[in-house]
Nanobody, 127 residues
């Protein structure tokens, strides 16, 4: 069982930055692939970025590529997402997700692939 708690959301002006954190419980965090998703009002949840066990493999949605960076610190059981050059269209509730993986070097882009979810943190970007 893994519990995930996101933090770091808030209100920021367009062009600004935020860093989201996702703290995970559990002793085997280092064997979990992690992902970030977001859901804007009236829209479906969408994939943002994902990272493999070791952090060596990452993947980004085209909409955030070059602006967002995912990373993880397995010693701290935490995954991060640095968000730069924020745009109003980035406004959403952001969720982190986890799933165990037998292999490193694997990331998952579908929400259906993830077993564990955080409660979400609101990010609002004003124009």
């Amino acid at each position: 069982q893994v519990q995930l708690v996101e933090s770091g959301g808030g209100l920021v002006q367009a062009g600004g930055s935020l860093r989201l954190s996702c703290a995970a419980s559990g002793r085997t965090f280092s064997r979990y692939a992690m992902g970030w998703f977001r859901q804007a009002p009236g829209k479906e949840r969408e994939f943002v970025t994902a990272i493999s066990w070791s952090g060596l493999t990452t993947y980004y949605a085209d909409s955030v590529k070059g602006r967002f960076t995912i990373s993880r610190d397995n010693a701290k059981n935490t995954v991060y997402m640095q968000m730069n050059s924020l745009k109003p269209e980035d406004t959403a509730v952001y969720y982190c997700a986890a799933r165990s993986s037998a292999l490193d070097d694997v990331i998952f882009r579908s929400s259906d692939d993830y077993n564990y979810w955080g409660q979400g943190t609101q990010v609002t970007v004003s124009s």
